[in-house]
């Protein structure tokens, strides 16, 4: 029997929502129906977004060690609830439960963690000048937050947004992807079980043009944070102008991975192509166009096509380090399209292709896809695919290179792999992208995630995360100590 959470929670409480109307949220692995939710309507937003409101004045004041641990309090609750959050997470978008409790699951407990550290070293009043001269400056909580989740790494994003909201003083409403949103109702119960005042975090599960828009053209709402595709991010934008709210935006990306020859090409296509792989695919940041210098080109192929013919693919709930379904039938079929569109345009398939994985004709399977001898003018070259289909493009030179990368209406991470580290230091800074990763380093904990261009507006993470919330007082004439 599928789960029923047809509840929101606001102020405090879970009520029920003011017009009934019901979704079935699909498991993916094989089509059944995991949980029956509700739709809110602009109304329950209303309920919310008052809640947040009358929360907010108290919740501002409140001492900052005070908000701090209500946070950790969040963390520990979060810590026993754990194996209930990567079940969840597993069940609602396809992530195979390991892959679920070792990184789905991880992600949100590091980003409560990580906003937690970042209030420790965050200065919230300090003088503009070194020397203690000039202007005060005082960072203030910026209100009501909106924040807009998506389901592809569904904890990661709504802890990434709601932990420094609060940190900072901010009181929120919360709608989770109607797609995915059983983590975020868990993520809910665990605010409740860890105590934070009445109303300061509160959650509506709805659709875009009903809830989204209404949180986005709300008057009372004084920030929105959104995560998800480009097209649903201007939106936002269009209807946040009318109040002219500030607005967060982590949008898509069709991130270059740079490969040059005097790298170790095996284990950089290695890292490449199961990068892309990973989640199914279904990663903002996924580093989707393999740019290869012509020597090695070949190589490079070779080693990707073998890479994803050995990539497994099966049900979220079977252990193992295979990849699963993608979250739903119309993604599935978008996807399979576009694989045959690379086809028709010309590019070499090499591994995968648009038919089900042997075997799995039940769920939203995708077979892990590869080509080759790509042009960047083609659609799976320009296109955000968001499953497991890689396109590998050669160069001749870095020139080439650097104006390969920078050719697409995104900007939002990239990949650089070379021996030299004057070219590194080139390449790095000529890639017009929020993030570059070089060899394969691993980004560090609090460093700023966000994109230029059309992958959107601000950052977060780390203190970057805390000031998206934040706005900036300056005051002159502020008196000395006494």
Not at 214 to 237: K, Y
Not at 283 to 293: F, G, I, K, W
Not at 391 to 398: K, L, N, S, V
Request: net charge negative; aromatic share 6%; hydrophobic share 45%.
């Amino acid at each position: 029997m599928p789960t029923t959470k047809t509840d929101f929670y606001i102020d405090g409480a879970w009520v029920a929502p003011l017009a009934p109307r019901t979704l079935e949220v699909i498991d993916p692995s094989d089509e059944s129906v995991a949980a029956i939710v509700s739709l809110g309507s602009a109304a329950d937003v209303d309920r919310a977004v008052a809640a947040a409101r009358r929360a907010f004045p108290a919740w501002a004041a409140t001492p900052q060690a005070e908000r701090r641990a209500a946070l950790v309090r969040l963390e520990e609750v979060y810590k026993a609830r754990y194996d209930e959050m990567a079940e969840a997470i597993s069940k609602e978008m396809g992530a195979p439960i390991d892959f679920a409790r070792r990184a789905q699951a991880a992600a949100g407990l590091e980003e409560v963690t990580g906003a937690i550290a970042a209030l420790d070293r965050f200065a919230f009043e300090r003088p503009l000048n070194p020397d203690g001269s000039g202007d005060r400056l005082f960072w203030e909580p910026i209100g009501v937050c909106g924040l807009i989740t998506p389901w592809n790494w569904p904890m990661n994003q709504i802890a990434l947004k709601v932990a420094p909201a609060l940190a900072v003083g901010c009181t929120v409403v919360l709608k989770p992807s109607e797609i995915a949103p059983l983590s975020g109702l868990l993520f809910a119960e665990m605010i409740h079980e860890a105590g934070f005042p009445a109303g300061v975090f509160n959650l509506v599960v709805g659709d875009g043009p009903t809830v989204g828009e209404a949180m986005s053209n709300h008057p009372d709402i004084d920030m929105m944070s959104f995560t998800g595709s480009t097209r649903a991010g201007a939106a936002v934008m269009r209807a946040c102008a009318g109040t002219i709210k500030k607005v967060a935006l982590e949008l898509g990306g069709k991130s270059p991975n740079l490969i040059f020859a005097d790298c170790d090409v095996e284990a950089a296509v290695k890292r490449g192509t199961l990068a892309v792989m990973g989640n199914t695919g279904q990663s903002c940041n996924a580093p989707t166009r393999m740019l290869v210098e012509r020597p090695i080109y070949d190589k490079a192929v070779e080693v990707a096509a073998a890479i994803a013919a050995k990539t497994e693919v099966g049900p979220a709930s079977k252990p193992g380090r295979h990849i699963g379904p993608v979250v739903s039938e119309a993604q599935r079929d978008k996807i399979r399209n576009l694989i045959r569109i690379g086809i028709q345009e010309g590019a070499r398939l090499v591994a995968g292709g648009p038919d089900a994985p042997e075997g799995l004709d039940k769920g939203y399977f995708i077979r892990p896809t590869v080509f080759a001898d790509v042009t960047n003018d083609m659609t799976i070259a320009r296109e955000e695919i968001f499953g497991p289909v890689l396109a590998i493009i050669p160069f001749d030179t870095e020139e080439q290179a650097i104006a390969i990368a920078n050719d697409t209406p995104y900007g939002l991470s990239s990949r650089l792999e070379t021996g030299d580290p004057a070219r590194v230091r080139r390449v790095a800074r000529a890639i017009r992208a929020g993030m570059v990763h070089v060899n394969g380093v691993p980004r560090t904990p609090g460093a700023p995630f966000g994109g230029y261009k059309q992958s959107g507006i601000g950052r977060e993470g780390g203190t970057f995360g805390l000031e998206d919330f934040l706005e900036l007082k300056s005051v002159t004439g502020w008196p000395d100590p006494a």
